[in-house]
């Protein structure tokens, strides 16, 4: 059974930083790119970056490209979002995403194939 699991949401102060992680248990034989997306409720889902299983390559939506870098570390089946000079439109659930496909993360498809729960961010002004 495939698990994604995000932590490292919190709140704080714009202009500061946070990480989050997501481990992931269950992902065998295939090579998986991922991603984070984020939510506010009652807006759509939007993408923040993705990133292909050789670490190569990412890519983040225009809002938070230069803020926020993404990376993963397969040995660990991890991957992590660092996040700087945050705003408090950065403030959303933020979730986790795996898929044999990355065009499917870069498309934001729900038909992804594996989604965690989502961690809380919260920026203050």
């Known amino acids: 059974q495939v698990q994604l699991g995000e932590s490292g949401g919190g709140l704080v102060q714009a202009g500061g930083s946070l990480r989050l992680s997501c481990a992931a248990s269950?992902?065998?034989?295939?090579?998986?790119?991922m991603g984070w997306f984020r939510q506010v409720p009652g807006e759509e889902r939007e993408f923040v970056a993705a990133i292909n299983w050789s670490g190569e390559s990412p890519y983040y939506a225009d809002s938070v490209k230069g803020r926020f870098t993404i990376s993963r570390d397969n040995a660990k089946n991890t991957v992590y979002l660092q996040m700087s000079s945050l705003k408090p439109e950065d403030t959303a659930v933020y979730y986790c995403?795996?898929?044999?496909?990355?065009?499917?993360?870069?498309?934001?498809?729900?038909?992804?194939?594996?989604w965690g729960q989502g961690t809380q961010v919260t920026v203050s002004s």
């Open positions: 995403a795996a898929d044999r496909l990355m065009s499917m993360l870069l498309l934001g498809d729900d038909t992804i194939e594996y």
């Open positions: 269950g992902l065998t034989g295939s090579s998986y790119a």
